[in-house]
């Protein structure tokens, strides 16, 4: 029977993304693993489920039902990078793919059934493609329209045992009635629908359509449409992207930096090139170094520009050279290097406006000069980064490389409690300075355990080093000789706590901020050893 032009095929792999971080990390996927974003689980492996673990569950509670959980960050673009060889392999198999999400894709019925036999034998197709992959155990599911035929194919196997849930065509309403209506209509619309008494799709496909319209509005509708199996959706296939991405392998083996740079001088040109056939540069990119010991170094490049052939062998050499020298020799010899575009954008976002833009030209081919010869880091531009100490948010970044991005570890804009509030001090200086912050009696002002001070300042002294400040640690310190200076006006303490869960990296700290007697503020800080200068506001 030739099926109708709404017959979908949906190939589900299940756990795309534990398998994708094992296929990655070369994790073995029998261990309880469980993929963590914004302190819930996302998704887990079918070992920790077996411990109780589930989607959505708060880490602790988590770890609690499985003490030897192994809990790694979700990275949705590593979902994206590992699965996108899956997709042209599929490709070679049914054309005309539409990617649902990372581990799900869909297609046309139509044409595979023809090509292959029928629907079944398509999906015997394509499930071996999968095997041969190392992809056992995904599953297929058939019917009209790419919702009812991922339900399918999340529902189990039918009675063939083969991996292939076929509903045939017109028994889609039938086939989703028994499901939570969660799965089309938005929690809002659900909950409103739970306390009707409507749970199932087919309760409330069974609702008049245009009471639901008139009600739920065009999303509502949509929904209703979808629970009663008649889809609006089509699938869309993709047209593959074009491959940019060069790799080359060395027989024999290279040891050295300098002749592997030269061999690899053409690829990084054809790199280059093929970018530029269709008007696009290329901003990030990552490299990819296998040696002959089956180690594996993968580092993301950035460029304050775009790069060229001779950026590309530069990071490549920056990457095998590290601190050494460019004729050095490498630990163990290189077999394969693969680079591979993360960032593209269209030629048009990169040309000079009326009065230009972007780093000098000058300018960043001198700088690009002297990090070739010295390295990577031998350039580096200030940043502003993230950080509860004013020391601690000045970032040097190689130049080429880009400032910290929200949640990097030191990012700028990161909810940092406890931070010093703007305005920021003109002078933060690069090692602390000294001081003596003295009572009308001449004692030094200390802070108890509650973050009181003793007394009130009276003098300021700033010392040269911690050893010219006289008296000794815990004693009071006298002036005499030291040119302290009277203090107009003084805020604070401010307590500062870090790590305090980590015996071994806790810091506590108290901020204070004085005037001098020549209008000159200053930022103090108080610990264990002392007072200390960490800013001026000039």
Known sequence: MTPEPGRTIVLWCPDWPIRAVCRETGLDEGEPIALVAQGLVFACSAEARRHGVARGLKLREAQLRSPGLLVLDYDAELDVRVFEPVVRQVEQTVPG?????????????????????????????????????????????????????????????????????????????????????????????????????????????????????????????FAHDRASGREQARVLARTPPPEFEVEQHFEPPLDRIDQLAFAFRVNAETFIQRMRDVRLVCTGLRVELDDERGGHSSRSWLHPRWFTPADVVDRVRWQLQGSGTADAGLASPIVRLRVIPERIDSTGNHEDGLWGGGPDERVHHGLTRVQSMLGHDAVVTASVGGGRMLADRQVLVPWGDRAPERGARNAADAPWPGSLPALA?????????????????????????????????????VGGAPGSVPGTAGAARRTDGFGAVPVRAWAGPWPVVERWWDPAAAKRVHRFQIVDDDGCAWLLVRDGDGWWAEARYD
């Open 425 to 461: 001090p003109a002078s933060v200086f690069r090692e602390r300075r000294p001081v003596a912050l003295l009572d009308a009696r001449g004692a030094e002002v200390s802070i108890d355990a509650r973050g009181s001070i003793s007394s009130a300042p009276e003098r300021f002294a």
């Open 97 to 221: 793919v539409q990617v649902l999400r990372p581990g799900t894709l869909a297609m046309r019925a139509r044409g595979p059934a023809r090509y292959y036999g029928s629907e079944r034998a398509a999906a015997s197709a394509l499930l071996a493609t999968l095997d041969g992959l190392g992809l056992a155990g995904a599953r297929v599911g058939i019917a009209d329209g790419p919702f009812t035929a991922e339900q399918a194919a999340r529902a189990g196997i039918d009675g063939d045992g083969d991996g292939v849930h076929v509903v045939g065509p017109g028994a889609s309403a039938a086939f989703i009635a028994p499901l939570p209506v969660a799965l089309v209509a938005d929690p809002r619309t659900t909950t409103l629908l739970n306390r009707l008494g409507v749970r199932t799709l087919g309760e409330f496909a069974a609702l008049p359509e245009a009471d639901v319209r008139r009600r739920f509005g065009a999303a509502g509708a």
